[in-house]
């Protein structure tokens, strides 16, 4: 818990630091995904008070590393200075992606929408690598959009992968088998009710989150929402991994 909150600390004082905040980022990584804590311990340390009030923070700063990450992995991708297998975090991915796959039983068949794919859309990158299905890609931000366009365009996927600048919450079509929503991506409410009204029977969702002492990574999706929708499987991330994955059926 001290560890939290001296990385925590820092980030207080100097948060608009972009190096700083990498290394403490990286730090925290280290110090949550290297261990192994119980259900016991992870609940011990979420319910300190001071680390509940440090969580908006390290949250706030994680998103930022990941969302800096990737940009400046996508410009030194589009120089040529680096391959998608260099990029950072794509051994997590790989395992996330594959986790995904099996928990949703995703194919080649599937029309596959993915919504908050920021500028590096790895998640349908891997999607595509890995069932050769096609991917629709929703993001918010412009600048995001164009980035990842850039980066479809140069792997030779432009007849596969489709980014489009629109919000998960304003979804107006229901021909997608399968939908996953970003862990960064939100409002969660407004989405998923979005998603599950605009979607046809069978339709599989993944909603991802995060549990325990991950949560100093990423904002937990509200479990009591994702109940209104009967969760019928979770896959919880472990070792390495900071992204639960749930699966909805409508």
Same mark, same amino acid.
Request: with cysteine; net charge positive.
């Given at each position: ?8 600390s820092y980030l207080t004082k100097r948060h608009t630091d972009t190096n700083l905040i990498k290394s403490k980022m990286l730090e925290l990584e280290a110090l949550i995904l ?119 365009? /140069? ?34 409410? /407004? ?60």
């Amino acid at each position: 818990m001290s560890e939290i909150l001296e990385v925590g600390s820092y980030l207080t004082k100097r948060h608009t630091d972009t190096n700083l905040i990498k290394s403490k980022m990286l730090e925290l990584e280290a110090l949550i995904l290297k261990k192994k804590f119980t259900v016991s311990e992870e609940k011990t340390i979420l319910s300190y008070e001071k680390v509940k009030n440090s969580l908006p923070l390290l949250q706030q700063t994680y998103e930022t590393f990941e969302t800096d990450l990737e940009q400046e992995f996508v410009n030194n991708f589009l120089k040529g200075i680096k391959k998608l297998k260099d990029y950072l975090l794509y051994t997590r991915f790989v395992k996330l992606i594959k986790n995904e796959i099996n928990l949703a039983k995703i194919s080649e068949k599937d029309s596959f929408l993915f919504i908050g794919s920021g500028p590096l859309p790895i998640t349908a990158i891997l999607l595509n690598m890995f069932t050769k299905c096609s991917v629709d890609c929703y993001d918010k931000n412009k600048i995001s959009v164009k980035l990842s366009e850039r980066v479809i365009e /140069k792997l030779n996927l432009s007849n596969k992968i489709k980014i489009y600048n629109k919000k998960g919450e304003n979804l107006s079509e229901n021909k997608y088998s399968v939908i996953v929503i970003a862990l960064l991506a939100k409002p969660k409410d /407004k989405i998923l009710h979005k998603v599950w009204n605009e979607s046809i029977k069978g339709t599989r969702i993944i909603c991802r989150t995060s549990d325990g002492v991950r949560e100093v990574f990423y904002e937990r999706t509200n479990p009591g929402l994702l109940s209104e929708y009967l969760p019928l499987k979770k896959i919880f991330a472990k070792n390495d991994q900071t992204i639960s994955s749930v699966l909805l059926i409508k």
